[in-house]
């Protein structure tokens, strides 16, 4: 949730350490869950074809944002993305005791739309061409 009552909050009086600076990237992270929450549920609240074109367009780049500050994580903290790994590795297990594979783009997209994807296609997609 917004918070500007203070104008100067987000203003720092000197660099932030590492640590400082891994703790503000999981801060993020989780500001950018928040976000994706809040986009969906106002996606699903309403019918405007419009609005939730807009909302959902948006909550994705959210998605993507994840991605960024994740990838940034692991860069400054590889210790911490051994945990990642070993928490994706233990549910992989799991699905793999269950007989269940991971679904992969395609499985969800359709074939045809993976096989056809380009970096062109792809900027086409994102500007609804
Ligand atoms: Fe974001």
Redo the contacts with the bound molecule.
């Keep these: 949730m917004p918070s500007f009552a203070n104008p100067f909050a987000g203003n720092v009086s000197r660099k932030i350490t590492k640590a400082e600076l891994i703790q503000a990237i999981r801060l993020?992270i989780a500001?950018?869950l928040e976000?994706i929450f809040l986009y969906d549920a106002h996606v699903l609240a309403t019918d405007d074809i419009v609005a939730k074109t807009v909302l959902s367009d948006i909550r994705d780049?959210?998605k993507?944002?994840?991605g960024e500050l994740m990838t940034l994580l692991r860069y400054l903290d590889p210790a911490e993305a051994e945990h990642f790994a070993s928490g994706e590795g233990e549910v992989k297990e799991m699905m793999a005791k269950l007989g269940i594979e991971e679904p992969s783009l395609e499985s969800v997209m359709g074939k045809s739309y993976v096989s056809g994807l380009t970096v062109g296609s792809l900027i086409k997609d994102k500007e609804g061409k």
Aim: net charge negative.
């Design positions: 993020d500001g950018e976000a780049e959210e993507a944002h994840i």
